[in-house]
């Protein structure tokens, strides 16, 4: 085991954080550097909630010694730091918070992953849960075991809504809150990073900079980082049992806010198989695809009405049309700083 004293001033920390976009705001009194575990949180404008997530961390049943690498990625505002200090100066975690001074969706997932690669040499396995979910209390375990007895390269689990609105239970059904699976077992592929497990070998292969920046504002990133995964021959679990819980605002219930995220769902898929495709050729089969796309998904949308709620049947039609706008460069930016809601 090696630990060190955690000053701030530590050459080893220097050295992770040699980025000079990125600084210490935070760090536990001692971090054991031998750790082959680390969790990683992107924080922003949340630490009322930031507070739960770390508590559910805190409150982890597993033998299992793991770190915790925070980024607060509002340079000015830093709410989410002093929460993060909190924990760590008191030894309930064990890690850093940092700053990444370049606002973004990726620029924060990034520095949390090469910041904890970096300063913990011997971790092998990265997990990722944020700032507004709430990990159960075996989902560390789980996880871990997951990748130990499968070998995947890429481990997922599902994130289950809670709405402070309890009116509407069925919005759990939507796609844009349903996980993408419902059963324990090897899938071709995960989609999000809210509750995943990513090897080091997986970034190894990758290269740098993980998390591609043109997804920066639009999001997304995470889908097409799993896509190059699954491209490169990387194999994925599904852990149906290691449960992340994410709250859920009233304002991400309403009608508006649902069909905003299906034309984000549409732009990112574009975005991905756009960028996927190989050739002037491909590109282009890829944009007549997304158009093609359209007229169908107003035959699925109608009959979906028959059977589901009108906010559901609409899903469809609204992630075709903002497949459209983007072929046509029209995508909107949900991470800006000013806009961020999700």
């Excluded at 210490?24 to 971090?31: D, T």
């Excluded at 158009?291 to 906010?311: D, E, N, Q």
Aim: net charge neutral; with cysteine.
């Amino acid at each position: 085991m090696t630990l060190i004293p955690t000053d701030l001033t530590a050459s080893r920390i220097s050295d992770a954080v040699c980025d000079p976009n990125r600084e210490i705001a935070a760090s536990s009194r001692v971090i054991d550097l031998s750790v082959g575990i680390v969790v990683c949180i992107p924080c922003f404008r949340r630490p009322q909630h930031l507070r739960l997530t770390l508590d559910s961390l805190a409150s982890q049943r597993t033998p299992r010694s793991f770190a915790v690498v925070m980024v607060e990625n509002d340079a000015a505002g830093r709410e989410s730091a002093p929460v993060a200090a909190e924990f760590l100066v008191t030894g309930k975690l064990q890690g850093v918070c940092l700053v990444e001074k370049q606002q973004g969706n990726c620029h924060a997932i990034n520095a949390a992953f090469e910041t904890a690669q970096a300063l913990f040499p011997a971790a092998t396995r990265f997990l990722m849960i944020d700032d507004d979910e709430i990990a159960s209390p075996d989902w560390l375990e789980l996880m871990v075991r997951t990748a130990e007895a499968t070998g995947a390269d890429v481990v997922g689990g599902p994130v289950l809504p809670v709405f402070d609105d309890g009116s509407q239970p069925w919005l759990s059904r939507h796609p844009a809150f349903c996980p993408a699976y419902d059963y324990t077992g090897a899938v071709p592929q995960i989609y999000g990073c809210g509750n995943c497990l990513i090897t080091r070998a997986a970034f190894d292969r990758l290269g740098k900079p993980a998390f591609d920046l043109r997804f920066n504002f639009l999001g997304g990133g995470d889908c097409d980082f799993f896509t190059r995964c699954r491209n490169a021959g990387m194999t994925f679990h599904w852990t149906a049992e290691a449960v992340i819980t994410e709250t859920v605002p009233q304002n991400r219930t309403s009608f508006s806010w649902i069909a905003k995220r299906g034309l984000r769902i549409g732009a990112i898929n574009y975005r991905v198989q756009s960028k996927a495709a190989q050739s002037a050729a491909a590109r282009a089969r890829v944009f007549a695809q997304m158009i093609g796309r359209l007229p169908l998904s107003l035959v699925r949308s109608a009959r979906l009405l028959t059977s589901s709620k009108a906010v559901i049947a609409m899903h469809p039609m609204m992630v075709a049309l903002g497949a459209a706008f983007a072929a046509f460069g029209v995508e909107p930016k949900p991470y800006e700083a000013s806009k961020i809601v999700s």
